[in-house]
């Protein structure tokens, strides 16, 4: 499965932006999903996760309230909904993708995933 994110771009903050990431291949119902950002400097976090049947969800405690993840099967996509953005949002956000054998399953360890995108660029002003 290849990915692409797209939906970055420059907002002021309290703005919401949506993330989505697209993927070719039929087998995107049996893929779990995590984004993940990496600010300038700072090595790359978690962001959240989506188990394959959607059923699974984490997220980073720093976007808990603020940022919802979901998915598509028939579009073979994940969208990452993300309001009221702070400037420490700003960051290269990145989708990642792993086979799962369980449709539960969901992971917040980039390590875990096998796949990912080339990343969109969120920046968020004061």
């Known amino acids: 499965v290849q990915l692409q994110a797209s939906g970055g771009g420059l907002v002021q903050a309290g703005d919401s932006l949506r993330l989505s990431c697209s993927t070719s291949?039929?087998?995107?119902?049996?893929?779990?999903m995590g984004w993940f950002r990496q600010a300038p400097g700072k090595e790359r976090e978690f962001v959240g996760a989506?188990?394959?049947?959607?059923?699974?969800?984490k997220y980073a405690d720093s976007v808990k309230g603020r940022f919802t993840i979901s998915r598509d099967n028939a579009r073979s996509s994940v969208y990452m909904q993300m309001n009221s953005l702070k400037p420490e949002d700003t960051a290269i956000y990145y989708c990642?993708?792993?086979?799962?054998?369980?449709?539960?399953?969901?992971?917040?360890?980039?390590?875990?995933?096998?796949?990912w995108g080339q990343g969109t660029e969120v920046t968020v002003s004061s």
């Open positions: 990642a993708a792993k086979a799962s054998g369980s449709i539960r399953w969901v992971s917040s360890f980039q390590n875990e995933y096998n796949k």
């Open positions: 291949g039929n087998t995107f119902s049996t893929y779990a």
């Open positions: 989506i188990s394959a049947s959607g059923g699974m969800i």
